[in-house]
């Protein structure tokens, strides 16, 4: 391709420079995260008291034509983590690299939530308590 970087994470071209946006890696690491079996969202997923924004949630460090993220995620409660975290980073930086360029220097993962194990579907909708049968002299 013949390139050319600069400081500041600008990558120089033989007809000018690309600057990616941090908000467009981002995006791009969220919609990489979400797409991975087993994670349940991008940060803090539900509570009443979720820690930071999305920004806070992926956390972009950009240097010379290479990229570093730190991504918090929550999963679900059946994931076997290093494993999931594992696929997260190769498809973090095959998608980062094919789409932007950019080389991936780290991807740092941390597991902020798990999620509790959903109740069984089909016969999980609330039964009624059955009637039970009057006390001894109640009528």
């Given at each position: 391709?013949?390139?050319?970087?600069?400081?500041?994470?600008?990558?120089?071209?033989?007809?000018?420079?690309?600057?990616?946006?941090?908000?467009?890696?981002?995006?791009?690491?969220r919609k990489v995260a979400c797409d991975v079996a087993g994670v349940a969202g991008v940060g803090r997923s539900g509570g009443?008291?979720?820690?930071?924004?999305?920004?806070?949630?992926?956390?972009?460090?950009?240097?010379q034509g290479e990229v570093a993220f730190a991504?918090?995620?929550?999963?679900?409660?059946?994931?076997?983590?290093?494993?999931l975290v594992e696929e997260l980073r190769r498809r973090?930086?095959?998608a980062v690299e094919e789409t932007t360029g950019y080389k991936v220097r780290a991807v740092s993962v941390t597991v902020e939530h798990i999620l509790p194990p959903e109740a069984p579907r089909g016969d999980a909708a609330p039964q009624a308590v059955p009637d039970l049968p009057p006390m001894p002299g109640q009528q």
């Open positions: 391709m013949g390139d050319e970087t600069a400081a500041q994470g600008v990558v120089r071209q033989e007809l000018g420079t690309l600057e990616v946006a941090d908000q467009v890696f981002r995006d791009l690491v009443l008291f979720r820690r930071g924004g999305a920004a806070e949630a992926v956390q972009v460090e950009r240097a991504i918090s995620i929550s999963v679900r409660y059946d994931v076997r983590i290093p494993e973090v930086k095959s």
